[in-house]
């Protein structure tokens, strides 16, 4: 399954995806897809090939999206690739401008476009951009795209799909504080919306999810050997809420960790600050 090792087959189980209840309800839609051009995004474009939605692929790389746009058209959907720097203020302008003359409107948004950081606190005195940039892309810009997009999705009886991290309901851990305030800043924003949302008849998903094999994990080399779910095995969850509704998705062992940050706050923040003063004293000792 999806290449995955014993330890990964056991960590990631998920429900099957049935392809022909997905297509029913697919076809003839719209999906917005953010971080569109890698990883997770790709995979679940390449997904909805062989049915008869319009994809509408969002990011930077419009050279890797083309390419995209010309394989994906072979089979049954087609594509619309609109290249956008999310963090830029004018280029998100532009693509709700964009959206907002669709004469079909918008049915589905896949908020998956991120950026990932690892960086101790001391390194980023002189750095205030690393956490700017962090929100503008993790937080601000799915908020803006969905204030925008509400009443679009109301007429459609839309569906927001946020692909999350399981970082957001875990205990914070040092170095991550960018990347893991920007994503719960969204996340307790989606969640929080979410009565309101459901009386527009507008569905959300949230999905959870651990490391997964992107280029946004390369640069933490730890990461390289640590158990990760495939991005064709998180397109295929993102396929099965699709029909299903799910509102949740997240590993079936995240449970026993959101208990843990809980029930042992106080014994986690003494160990976290043991290995820390360790790994300083090993720096200071090199």
């Not at 995806?17 to 897809?33: A, Q, S, Y």
């Not at 995004?41 to 090939?49: H, Q, R, S």
Request: proline share 5%; hydrophobic share 45%.
């Amino acid at each position: 399954m999806h290449n995955y090792t014993l330890l990964e087959r056991a960590l990631f189980l998920s429900p099957s995806l049935n392809f022909e209840k997905m297509k029913k309800e697919m076809d003839g839609k719209t999906v917005l897809i953010t971080g569109a051009s890698s990883g997770i995004g790709k995979e679940f474009a390449y997904l909805l090939a062989n049915t008869t939605a319009h994809l509408i692929l969002v990011a930077r790389r419009e050279a890797s999206m083309n390419v995209m746009k010309v394989e994906i058209e072979k089979a049954t959907a087609s594509v619309t690739v609109f290249p956008a720097d999310l963090r830029n203020e004018e280029e998100l302008k532009g693509l709700l401008a964009f959206l907002h003359q669709l004469t079909d409107g918008v049915d589905v948004v896949v908020s998956n476009a991120g950026i990932s950081i690892n960086r101790p606190i001391a390194q980023s005195l002189d750095r205030y951009h690393d956490f700017t940039r962090t929100m503008a892309l993790n937080y601000f810009a799915p908020v803006q795209l969905l204030l925008s997009l509400i009443p679009v999705l109301e007429k459609k009886n839309g569906h927001i799909i946020n692909v999350s991290t399981i970082n957001a309901l875990l205990f914070p851990i040092p170095h991550w504080a960018a990347y893991q305030a920007s994503k719960t800043a969204f996340d307790t924003w989606l969640r929080s919306a979410e009565p309101e949302l459901k009386i527009k008849n507008i569905s959300t998903t949230s999905i959870y999810l651990p490391l997964v094999k992107t280029p946004m994990i390369k640069p933490t080399i730890a990461y390289q050997t640590s158990p990760a779910m495939s991005p064709v095995h998180v397109a295929e969850i993102i396929g099965h809420v699709l029909y299903t509704k799910r509102k949740v998705y997240k590993p079936w062992w995240l449970i026993l960790g959101q208990w843990a940050s809980v029930i042992f706050r106080s014994p986690l923040s003494f160990i976290v600050l043991r290995l820390l003063r360790k790994k300083e004293r090993e720096r200071g000792n090199v």
